[in-house]
């Protein structure tokens, strides 16, 4: 436990709860803009007791091993009479964009460029933005969260570029990076650092074929993985139509859709010795020899479970990585 730092800031003084601790858990996961932090603290009438209220919302700090891995805000607190446990659940600052809904409208804008206006907008400190390229034409949200304007921003900017961006807060600031710029050089083995591991194929929901109709409900463009269907059969998704795109346009559109959504769904699940720097948006390198797999993955969830008895494990859901968007700007 002498690893572990957990902090409390009540009217801006720090008091340090690390002997309360019983359990931690830091997690996050790919499409949800807060990470989290679950402790458990003793809260025994036979001893000093944990005494958090969080009704104004005190900030938390966690540590492991000297290194800032978490700072947000408690949101939740549950107390029982069974229990001599105190459980807390903080969320990062990517709550401010996930709990708050308005009515969007943005011409002529990169994803960067309204990631900071949304972040100004709801007082959220920013970090590192790295600039996403594409001027997207026309963004317009009614009623919706934040958070789903700037997937929608992040989406149609992939679509485009082929590029994927994520948000990540740290030490108190909100940042936006290119996933692949984020590697890490981690080999995850079995035989070494890897306890267990699950794997997962589906092609539940798989597509097959693209096609774009316009406003008349006439077919302007399609594509289709021919290939692909003389195994299972048609399985088929509309994109929408805009009539400020050409033909060529609509039909590279299609394209870029069909390539995303042929894939089907390869997860794979592991367990290993506890590292704080696998978390998600970040790539690993695995291999799992009973399985044949040497290959590097994203990693789309983790959860870092620290214990009372020191013990530290990491568990990860990861998803293949596409060599294509590992590419130097260079070679593209």
Request: proline share 1%.
């Amino acid at each position: 436990m002498s690893k572990l730092q957990l902090i409390v800031i009540k009217n801006k003084v720090q008091y340090d709860i690390t002997q309360l601790i019983d359990s931690v858990k830091w997690s996050g996961k790919k499409g949800s803009a807060p990470r989290t932090l679950a402790f458990n603290l003793l809260n025994d009438n036979n001893q000093e007791r944990a005494g958090i209220d969080i009704e104004q919302g005190h900030t938390c700090i966690f540590k492991y091993d000297g290194n800032e891995l978490f700072r947000g805000i408690i949101l939740r607190q549950d107390e029982t009479s069974s229990s001599k446990k105190a459980s807390y659940k903080a969320y990062d600052l990517g709550i401010y964009l996930s709990n708050n809904k308005d009515t969007f409208s943005y011409t002529n804008k990169r994803a960067d460029q309204v990631f900071q206006n949304l972040c100004n907008r709801y007082g959220i400190p920013i970090g590192e933005v790295a600039n996403t390229g594409y001027t997207i034409g026309e963004l317009i949200q009614s009623k919706k969260k934040a958070w789903d304007l700037l997937l929608n921003a992040l989406a149609k900017t992939f679509s485009h570029t082929g590029k994927r961006y994520y948000i990540r807060a740290e030490k108190g600031k909100l940042s936006l990076f290119r996933r692949s710029d984020d590697v890490v050089n981690v080999v995850a083995e079995t035989g070494t650092n890897i306890i267990s591991y699950k794997r997962t194929k589906s092609y539940e929901k798989i597509v097959t074929r693209v096609v774009c109709y316009n406003d008349e409900n006439s077919l302007v463009a399609s594509e289709k993985r021919s290939d692909i269907e003389s195994r299972v059969g048609i399985f088929q998704n509309v994109v929408s139509y805009d009539d400020e795109k050409s033909t060529a346009q609509l039909k590279k559109l299609c394209q870029s859709t069909l390539d995303e959504e042929s894939k089907g769904t390869h997860s794979l699940s592991i367990t290993l010795i506890g590292n704080t720097d696998l978390i998600s948006g970040c790539c690993i390198n695995v291999i799992i020899k009973p399985l044949e797999i040497s290959r590097k993955y994203y990693i789309d969830s983790d959860t870092h479970s620290f214990n009372a008895d020191g013990s530290y494990t990491t568990q990860l859901t990861l998803n293949l990585y596409d060599e294509n968007e590992w590419k130097d700007d260079d070679d593209e």
